[in-house]
């Protein structure tokens, strides 16, 4: 299986290292899923960049997905897509990934419900807890959690202010992996 635990999702926002660097730590430490995340470049840029990390992961036999663009996603060979509720829709993007993975973010049972049934590889479910990163509404919460883990036999990877301090409860509500990005690893909170 392509998520092995842990899943980093870059945010230039919070890293002092350019992308290509930061992911090039995580990979080296370990980490085999990336998730590219990309909100205030242009599309040529995004392509660009996402193209020197399909190589970088390559090398490391590591699974990049693109987040948003299904487009730049198969341009660059990347394993595959993870889209927002208001992204293209996730039947549209398994018609145009094929058998490429997508994901795509939910925030409670019935959302939940309808990736699995829409043919999503993957949810991300959030966020669970408190986090700055970007407004994704109020936290879920554990037993919401545990909840989507027993509706839905796709994977769950949990988002949001997961960190040090609450990652076992998260593993004990059943997430198959958990998401962290750039500001976990230098220290500070999600």
């Not at 392509?2 to 995580?26: A, E, H, Q, W």
């Not at 948003?68 to 509720?85: F, Y």
């Not at 959030?126 to 407004?135: A, I, L």
Request: net charge neutral.
């Amino acid at each position: 299986m392509y998520l092995n635990g842990l899943c980093f999702i870059t945010d230039r926002k919070y890293c002092s290292l350019p992308v290509y660097d930061m992911v090039s730590v995580v990979l080296k430490a370990g980490i085999k899923f990336v998730q590219y995340r990309e909100k205030d470049r242009t599309r040529r840029e995004i392509y660009a960049e996402a193209l020197r990390l399909r190589e970088l992961t390559n090398n490391f036999n590591a699974t990049l997905i693109i987040n948003d663009h299904a487009d730049i996603a198969l341009a660059i060979n990347a394993d595959g897509v993870h889209l927002g509720q208001d992204d293209l829709p996730l039947r549209e993007a398994r018609r145009i990934m094929g058998t490429r993975i997508v994901g795509i973010s939910t925030h409670d049972l019935l959302q939940a419900k309808e990736a699995e049934a829409g043919g999503a590889d993957y949810i991300g479910f959030g966020p669970v807890f408190h986090t700055t990163t970007k407004d994704a509404g109020a936290p879920r919460g554990i037993d919401n959690l545990r909840l989507i883990k027993q509706n839905v036999s796709i994977p769950v990877v949990a988002i949001g202010g997961v960190g040090i301090a609450n990652i076992s409860s998260v593993c004990d509500a059943g997430a198959d992996a958990v998401a962290v990005g750039d500001r976990h690893l230098q220290g500070g909170h999600r």
